[in-house]
Nanobody, 114 residues
Framework: QVQLVESGGGLVQPGGSLRLPCAAS????????MDWYRQAPGKERVLVAV???????NYADSVKGRFTISRDNAKNTVYLQMNSLKPEDTAVYYC????????WGQGTQVTVSS
């Protein structure tokens, strides 16, 4: 079965950093484009970062220059490095890939607050 498990969330002060790993199983990870989404309270889930099998990346304007998506194919893991965090980054963060279609994991909560 396809499973993506996010972790690494928590409470961080504005200006701080977090790294979120997402461990994948049940997919051919090395050939899969991987995504990070987030959903803030009362808001729709939005795409924040994408990394292709070849390592090309794209970011939402709201996180560009602050977040970095990366992957380690040997560990079947995709990461989201989040720097210079702002209160508006507070959300549940989800990783995703095409074969999951409309299915989502539990995500990991990131709260940015002083």
């Amino acid at each position: 079965q396809v499973q993506l498990v996010e972790s690494g969330g928590g409470l961080v002060q504005p200006g701080g950093s977090l790294r979120l790993p997402c461990a994948a199983s049940g997919i051919t990870f090395s050939t899969s484009t991987m995504d990070w989404y987030r959903q803030a309270p009362g808001k729709e889930r939005v795409l924040v970062a994408v990394i292709t099998s070849g390592g090309s990346t794209n970011y939402a304007d709201s996180v560009k220059g602050r977040f970095t998506i990366s992957r380690d194919n040997a560990k079947n893991t995709v990461y989201l490095q989040m720097n210079s965090l702002k209160p508006e980054d507070t959300a549940v963060y989800y990783c995703h890939t095409r074969v999951l279609r409309d299915r989502w994991g539990q995500g990991t909560q990131v709260t940015v607050s002083s």
